[in-house]
């Protein structure tokens, strides 16, 4: 079991999922993952907190703007969000949504980066974020996909820190992963080409699942839907799927080990 105690700057450390019908959304995942979801009542606008053997393994909130689609949101965990806030403003970002202080669990606020993709900070009181990663029906990468990766890489580099390295040396303009001091903690992949559509930059998360066909098919028999067929690639086989709300998330069945996070720090 890959547990984690505590998150450094800069590391995606949350994700939820917004949805107009809570009880749709919280039986989908529950069924697909194993979740369990847990209302925290009408004074938390009766966000979900959903686990994995009771820990903490994402959320669960209501869509509050019908213009916009239903969607997961990735958290980035940040030490002091005040002065996060004031390097996004710095770095050419925009804050939508300002310091939201969360009873005792914690601060976050929202903005959209230069390539316009929007993106989360929490500062952690009680509520560090993912309690379980790296594991079966958990979060185990998160990915910047981007039309513009200098703008992004620029941005995130000044605001928390990314460093960035071409997963293929050979392509250096590729694939790049994302490092917080000694360890890769997510992706950016390029928008190019056609096959992207109108699709705005946003970030990706993906959950480790044992059988990314047999998971794909469930998500169908729950009424969600498949958005790319399962493919194989170096670091495993994934497939894009969307719940019934038309949240998009990736399920992948990693080809190698899955590291845990040294002494629960991530």
Partial sequence: M???????????????????????????????????????G??????HMFTLGDLNVAGLGQQMNPELPPSWSTYLAVDDLDATLDAVVEAGGVVVAPRIDIFTSGSMAVAIDPSGAPVSFWQAGDHIGCQRVNEANTLVWNELTTRDVPAAAA?????????YT???????????????????????????????????????????????????????????????????????RFVVLTDPAGAVFTAITMAGELEEPPDGVA
């Fill in 2 to 40: 890959a547990i984690v105690s505590k998150y450094r700057n800069g590391v995606p450390n949350w994700v939820d999922v917004s949805a107009p019908d809570l009880g749709v959304a919280a039986r989908f995942y529950s069924e697909l993952f194993g979740w369990t979801a847990h209302d925290q």
């Fill in 42 to 47: 009408p004074e938390a606008g009766n966000y």
């Fill in 155 to 163: 941005f995130y580099g000044s605001v928390v820190g990314h460093r």
């Fill in 166 to 236: 071409p997963n293929d040396p050979d392509a250096p303009a590729g694939y790049q992963l994302i490092g917080v001091g000694d360890r890769m903690v997510g992706g950016v992949m390029p928008m190019e080409g056609e096959m992207w559509g109108d699709l705005p930059s946003h970030w990706m998360p993906y959950f480790a699942v044992d059988d990314a066909d047999a998971t794909a098919a469930r998500a169908q028999e729950l009424g969600g839907g498949v958005a790319v067929d399962p493919t194989d690639i170096p670091a495993g």
